[in-house]
């Protein structure tokens, strides 16, 4: 699912640059990335998902050549292919909870919004906890409540991959569990591979493998 060889990156402003010699997960994985702040865990979750691209190397991503992409093709890979949990979520606050859970069906002809779709978001929000939350405003909700939507986003399209930057980092223990049950449960029932970057060290046991992101880099700007 993901193979990474020779990958170099460096901020054109300097002072970060990622080196990664070698790095495989196996369709189906689910992963954890760790590593100190600035390590560069989210600059890796960006070069596998085509938001950035590398200075050298070869980035393969769910067989397909990432970094020989255009910026184009690379963000149409990337809505049809990936589920992204940002850390700073992105919801869109001119859209209520049940519109930003489905939108990345907007933004590509090949993710059809149809009645299953819409029953996947109601499911996934009840999962969740937020179903009563469907019609408000993101600025409406709690940190953890924003958190939980960006989580049913990633998830609402069954998607290959699930890249998850921090997805756990505001909820209270009791939600950080169901939501970690359901990433997981999600990714076995869907065939899924999972890349989570986490600071509790706590969960790494449910992992099937860890990276240890520190090798590969500097410190972020």
């Known amino acids: 699912m993901i193979d990474l060889r020779d990958v170099r990156f460096e901020y054109t402003q300097g002072g970060f640059s990622l080196c990664v010699p070698e790095l495989r997960i196996s369709a189906g994985t689910k992963a ?6 600035g390590s560069g865990k989210t600059t890796l979750l960006n070069v596998i ?27 149409s890979f990337r809505i049809k292919t990936i589920g992204f ?8 606050d001119y ?18 919004l149809d009645a299953d779709a819409r029953a996947r978001a109601q499911r996934l929000a009840a999962d969740l906890g937020i179903d009563r939350l469907l019609r408000r405003s993101p600025d409406e909700l709690s940190q953890g409540e924003r958190q939980r939507v960006a989580i049913a986003r990633a998830l609402v399209t ?18 950080k569990q169901r939501t970690i049950d359901l990433l997981f449960d999600q990714c076995d029932a869907l065939s899924m591979t999972l890349l989570m970057v986490t600071h509790d060290h706590g969960l790494l046991d449910r992992f099937d493998q860890v990276v240890d992101v520190s090798a590969f880099g500097g ?3």
Do not use: M, W
């Open 32 to 37: 954890a990335a760790i590593g100190p702040s």
């Open 49 to 75: 998902s085509g938001i950035a691209c590398p200075d050298g190397g070869r980035v393969n991503t769910a067989s397909v050549r990432v970094d020989s992409l255009s910026l184009a093709a690379r963000r």
């Open 85 to 92: 949990v940002f850390q700073d979520f992105l919801l869109l």
């Open 95 to 112: 859209l209520d909870v049940l519109e930003n859970i489905l939108y990345p069906y907007r933004l590509h002809h090949d993710l059809v």
């Open 158 to 175: 069954a998607p290959k991959l699930v890249l998850a930057d921090e997805p756990t980092g505001n909820l209270d223990p009791a939600t």
């Open 219 to 221: 410190s972020e700007p």
